[in-house]
């Protein structure tokens, strides 16, 4: 029986996106100063979580909460189980919202909020694909679990968590990336770069911050700088102001005596493509880089403006790598922390490394290269090493198939700097949920989901699972 899978979405498209705007509602932001045995990763993973699962109750599926860590929503039978993995987690919405992050709004074809591409559209897309298999009644052969997530976004302690409790599912996908299907993802590790903050000379840097994520482009920089002189700080003052009108970027400064702050806004992007955006931490550090600072100040901006600034590919540290099969590395300067009544600095680089090199790696060069710097390395945060699933792997074949059906478009392998949680099992990919072509608007500001790319990709979902299930 031929099933027409479009006429199933169309008619569930009201309530998806209900559900969908509903979700969207819950600010679901890692917040580590409100954590509790209850709320591992705060309360807004922990709501987004609950939201999520009360669908599935809602509708007659199994449903598990594994301690508000993550849960799971189930139906089918059989030996096997196809796994499909979304997060309710969201990156900080931060600044430049032309609307409300957590209120979603339709405009011209297009659902704006915070988590409508990253993961939460994606993620109800697929849910609803179950959905339709589940209301049809179609046969399978295979149980049909839909693994939701919470701490995706930082350190994946949620999965780490929930396979500590339920079983892996033998294969499966993510919808957390891109069509045709994502294969291949590279390493991801995050080596923390710290610095003592002494620094007594004509010029102070008492504190410098940019950035909220290791896996955002820092948006947003200032830094506070006392100098000797009034001159001092009036020269700075007017050369900062012609360094903001021949770079791509923006800023002010503020004055009070000879303290000064200075402020720059840049453009963001996803740590994994961070030559798509301007880091305002880096052309900071690059513009007082050029002063008189001593000690830990000197080192810090001499580090972040000279061997990191605009370097996405690890060239000025000597750790540059490229895999024919997997590509280049990438390397994301997020998070900045330099105060003056610390002991030490915070330079977070976030790699995305094919196969061919490694983590040790990585940092025995970077310590080669800038240890005269009197710095000191550790990696920080979830390591993940690079992974791999052969394009004639039935799974892969099969995904592919559906894609093209449905597109007209042909079907490719792809490898990419993202981690998604495909990587969690030996043979798992990411499927969509972003089409070709389409704008990516992840991580930044004012991103978006287009509506009808969002039930294209539900159309897609149901027949794939359906095919791999039944």
Same mark, same amino acid.
């Not at 700080?233 to 800023?251: C, K, Q, R, V, W």
């Not at 025995?364 to 699933?389: C, F, K, Q, R």
């Not at 004639?392 to 079907?411: R, S």
């Not at 070709?436 to 004012?446: L, R, Y």
């Given at each position: ?21 509903? %979700? ?25 979580? !609950? ?41 900080? &919405? ?18 704006? &909020? ?10 109800? &897309? ?16 295979? !149980? ?24 892996? *599912? ?34 102070? %840097? ?32 007017? &050369? ?33 493509? *961070? ?22 100040? !000197? ?86 090493? *690079? ?8 799974? $892969? ?27 969690? %099992? ?9 089409? *070709? ?12 989901? $287009? ?20």
């Amino acid at each position: 029986m031929a099933i027409d899978w479009q006429k199933e979405v169309d008619t569930r498209k009201d309530d998806l996106l209900d559900d969908l705007k509903e %979700l969207l509602r819950v600010k679901s932001e890692r917040e580590d100063d409100k954590t509790t045995a209850d709320a591992p990763f705060g309360p807004g993973p922990r709501d987004a979580l !609950k939201q999520m699962l009360s669908y599935g109750e809602r509708d007659g599926f199994t449903i598990k909460n594994v301690d508000n860590y993550a849960g799971h929503i189930e139906f089918g039978e059989g030996e096997k189980t196809l796994g499909i993995f979304g997060h309710m987690d969201v990156v900080p &919405a931060g600044d430049d919202w032309d609307t409300d992050p957590y209120d979603p709004v339709v405009k011209n074809g297009k659902l704006f &909020a915070r988590g409508s591409s990253d993961d939460k559209g994606p993620s109800m &897309a697929a849910y609803y694909a179950m959905k339709i298999i589940k209301e049809l009644n179609l046969p399978l052969s295979k !149980k049909v679990r839909f693994v939701v997530g919470s701490d995706e976004e930082s350190g994946w302690g949620d999965m780490d968590h929930y396979f500590e409790k339920e079983e892996t *599912p033998d294969f499966g996908f993510s919808p957390d990336a891109e069509f045709p299907i994502i294969n291949g993802e590279k390493g991801n590790v995050s080596i923390e770069v710290h610095i003592e903050t002494a620094n007594d000379g004509d010029y102070v %840097l008492e504190q410098f911050q940019g950035g909220l994520r290791a896996n955002m482009v820092p948006t947003s920089a200032f830094a506070r700088v006392k100098t000797v002189t009034a001159e001092q700080a009036d020269a700075m003052d007017i &050369a900062f102001s012609e360094y903001l009108g021949i770079n791509p970027i923006t800023g002010s400064s503020d004055r009070d005596e000879n303290t000064i702050i200075f402020r720059v806004a840049g453009k963001g992007s996803h740590g994994a493509s *961070p030559q798509f955006g301007h880091n305002a931490a880096t052309w900071l550090a690059n513009f007082l880089d050029k002063y008189d600072f001593a000690d830990g100040a !000197k080192n810090f901006l001499h580090v972040a403006g000279s061997y990191i600034h605009e370097d996405f590919y690890g060239k000025n540290l000597g750790v540059d790598f490229k895999d024919p099969k997997m590509g280049q590395l990438t390397m994301n300067a997020g998070i900045f922390d330099f105060d003056i009544n610390k002991d030490h600095s915070l330079i977070n680089l976030n790699f995305r490394y094919p196969q061919g090199t490694s983590a040790d790696t990585i940092q025995a060069v970077i310590n080669d290269t800038i240890g005269e710097y009197g710095v000191s390395l550790s990696i920080g945060g979830h390591h993940m090493l *690079p992974h791999y699933v052969p394009q004639e792997d039935p799974l $892969v074949e099969t995904l592919l198939d559906v894609y093209e059906e449905h597109t007209g478009e042909k079907g490719e392998e792809q490898i990419i700097g993202g981690g998604t949680y495909g990587r969690l %099992l030996e043979r798992g990919v990411a499927f969509g949920a972003m089409f *070709p072509g389409a704008e990516d608007t992840m991580h930044q500001a004012n991103e978006f989901m $287009v509506l009808d790319d969002l039930y294209r990709a539900a159309v897609i979902y149901a027949d794939a699972i359906y095919r791999l299930a039944k």
